[in-house]
């Protein structure tokens, strides 16, 4: 069994929708990490999320991390093509930095 | 700044070939290095980790084996290369809590 399981898989919708990810485990974790990845290329980290109900944004993008720390949503208004790409949860689960992730959210935004 | 590079971007060997692909880090000293494999679409598997020149772990049994020959060069290879290795290959450092990847490898084996 996964650690982190992310839904929906995949997720297609048109510019200007709205839509949440989400990234649920069992385990309690002291941070959780959104990584966005386009095709050809390698993770890019969007976010840290450390207390439990912490709630951050990034433009458009609004991360919640659960009040018991064992969950996370991402949450994107008004899509934009530019949003197209995987989306990764992980967690951190060594000091010297081993990274655990979810299998991930494909979204596709068209315009 | 810190620069991470691998070569080549896109491979394609056929099965039984040996296999080398590599790793640099710029612009930091003892980074903890990584190399993970992706399947198309999801997410990233660690394959190797290592902490210091010499020092490598594997997360999981496999055809591929790494090497640290340098402090900041990391090479993932493997003697014969099996239809199953095919992937997206990624190469990542790390400060205390943010990991950063390379551009990746498309091995196809044939």
């Known amino acids: 069994t996964q650690l982190l399981e992310q839904s929906p898989q995949f997720l297609s919708i048109q510019e200007g929708e709205n839509l949440t990810v989400y990234c649920n485990s069992s385990?309690?974790?002291?941070?959780l990490q959104w990584y966005r990845q386009e095709p050809g290329e390698g993770p890019v980290l969007l976010v840290t999320?450390?207390?439990?109900?912490e709630v951050k944004k990034l433009k458009r993008l609004t991360f919640q991390f659960g009040d018991a720390r064992k969950d996370s949503s991402l949450h994107i208004t008004a899509a934009q093509p530019g949003d197209t790409g995987l989306y990764l949860c992980?967690?951190?689960?060594?000091?010297?930095?081993?990274?655990?992730f979810g299998a991930g959210t494909q979204v596709v935004v068209t315009p | 700044s810190q620069t991470i590079h691998q070569w080549p971007a896109t491979l394609v060997q056929p099965v039984g070939s040996p296999l080398s692909l590599e790793c640099t880090v710029e612009?930091?000293?003892?980074?903890?290095l990584y190399w993970y494999r992706q399947a198309a679409g999801r997410g990233l598997q660690l394959l190797f980790y290592?902490?210091?020149?010499?020092?490598i772990s594997s997360e999981v049994p496999q055809n591929l084996s790494a090497s640290r020959p340098q402090d900041r060069q990391f090479i993932l290879s493997s003697k014969k290369l099996l239809l199953s290795d095919s992937g997206f290959y990624l190469c990542?450092?790390?400060?205390?809590?943010?990991?950063?990847f390379g551009p990746g490898t498309r091995l196809t084996v044939t």
């Open positions: 992980a967690v951190l689960l060594f000091s010297w930095g081993k990274l655990q």
């Open positions: 290592s902490v210091g020149i010499g020092q």
């Open positions: 990542a450092w790390n400060t205390a809590y943010e990991q950063y």
């Open positions: 999320v450390v207390t439990g109900g």
């Open positions: 612009g930091t000293s003892n980074p903890n």
């Open positions: 385990s309690v974790f002291s941070s």
